[in-house]
């Protein structure tokens, strides 16, 4: 069964990118960007490690639609608007998602998963759902989301 944080199409390799080899983490977040990937190294509102540099990275990328004009009628392509590229040791996951609402919410997920994991010092006292690592939903708010100084300056504001 599938849920809204679920890819929609999935392409795993082993060190390969973008048409290139990749040795390590640091060639990898290099390649990306040369192809339009942003590294994304802090997650959450005070920015927490999303993964830890160079074995496992986070790559994220939108992408629009294309029109097909070759065809008739013609048509647009029916690709979704963001991806999610993932180098841990070699291996290499590109996810693509419908929206890039749908990307952040599963990596909120995949974030409180390290976290919790490790047993994290920011995450004492987060329970973990029964027989899973957590949901986006049961994902407090103050760990979800990338991490910007505005949002982190516009917290201290709030009452």
């Given amino acids: 069964m599938s849920n809204a944080t679920d890819p929609i199409a999935v392409t795993t390799t082993l ?5 290139k080899y990749i040795e390590e983490g640091y060639d ?8 339009g990937w942003r590294a994304v190294a802090s997650w959450g509102l005070d920015g927490w490690d999303l993964a830890e540099w160079p074995y496992n990275v986070y790559l994220f ?4 639609p ?15 608007s963001a991806q999610r590229a993932n180098y841990c040791e070699g291996d290499i996951t590109i996810e693509t998602y419908s929206t890039v609402e749908a990307r952040e919410e599963a990596t909120n997920e995949t974030a409180m998963y390290y976290w919790l994991s490790k047993n994290e010092a920011w995450v004492a006292g987060v329970e ?8 986006a939903a049961e994902v407090p708010e103050r760990f979800k989301g990338p991490f910007s100084w505005k949002r982190l300056n516009e917290s201290k504001f709030d009452v």
């Fill in 15 to 19: 060190r390969e990118f973008e048409g």
């Fill in 28 to 35: 990898f977040i290099s390649v990306g960007e040369e192809n």
């Fill in 61 to 64: 990328r939108e992408v629009y």
């Fill in 66 to 80: 294309i029109l097909f004009r070759e065809v008739y009628p013609p048509i647009f392509a029916v690709y979704p």
């Fill in 128 to 135: 973990r759902a029964e027989g899973r690592t957590t949901a």
